[in-house]
């Protein structure tokens, strides 16, 4: 009898693990989530459907972008982690999700290096100071003495405690000596409406979102927080340039999974990004959208992602911002 159990057991593991094989070769055999954990028209909802596009052309099933948003992208995370590791069901990442709530919140409830699995990375983005039309202020220069005449007077909008709208809002007053009144939103676009309604005064928005503002007049957009100016804002001034010297961050997007999705099918869904982010025809529509590719595989995306939980663990710490 116990001859019998043992072979029961054995044959039964070896139908799993073929099973299982089998299951992965098919992949995928039916409709793929792909999970924003933010609200509809934001930075990480227009990459989810750009991505989404792509993936589904190459993989021949549909890829569903299911927007989830609340918490900080905690609601969305937490459904993504709670579903079967199949494959079927993916997150589109970001920094201001992932990593920096994490370092700043002391309950957050997951662990960055222990809950969920960077894939593949797929674009960046940075933050842009912009004010309502009927706000004085017209350059960089100008706003911050505005504002330093109004201490914590100046309704700024910002897309999730830990974010990096947020953090790059809070780097940009430690480095002016400036105070606002924070309002936060789930979704950058949100914080984009009420700034066109004139409810906020400013807000640090996304490149993305501001990319579909810029013939928009109702707005001024005073400043860049890149190193760079970007080229669907050539005329807009770095912070740099607008004398504000260390406003200089910028945001990556990238696919995770849970940890229990098997390796062959991690590195399958890897080289599908990758493959879709070093298109030309995909990376002008991110350009278009105001973010910028960034295709890396498989390896080189867990070496960015630890080099990017280092490196924001280190400013986090040093400019005093965790639990602020």
Known sequence: MCRLATLVV????????????????????????????????????LVSRIL???????LGQPVIVDNKPGGNGIIGIREALRAKPDGYTLLLGSVGANITP??????FPFDPLRDYVPLAMVAEWTAILVVKKDLPPNTLQEFIA???ARPGKINFGATGYGGLAHLVGEVFM???????QYVQYKGGSQGAVDLLGGTIDAQMMSSAVAAGQVDNTRLKILAVANKHRLSILPNVPTMEEGGVAGVNQTAWQGVFSAPGVPQPLRERIAREVFAITSDPAYQQKLRQSGFEP??????????????????????????????R
């Open 10 to 45: 054995a044959l039964t593991a070896v139908l799993s693990a073929a099973t299982t094989a089998s299951a992965q070769d098919n992949y995928p055999s039916h409709p793929i989530t792909l999970i924003a954990p933010f609200a509809a028209g934001g930075s990480v909802d």
């Open 146 to 148: 505005y504002a330093r």
């Open 102 to 107: 994490s370092l700043m919140q002391p309950n």
């Open 52 to 58: 989404a596009e792509g993936l589904t052309a190459r």
């Open 294 to 323: 960034l295709p890396l595989d498989g390896a080189a995306t867990e070496r960015m992602y630890l080099e990017e939980l280092r490196q924001w663990t280190a400013l986090i710490k040093e400019r005093g911002l965790a639990g």
């Open 174 to 180: 430690q480095q002016t000596g400036i105070s606002v």
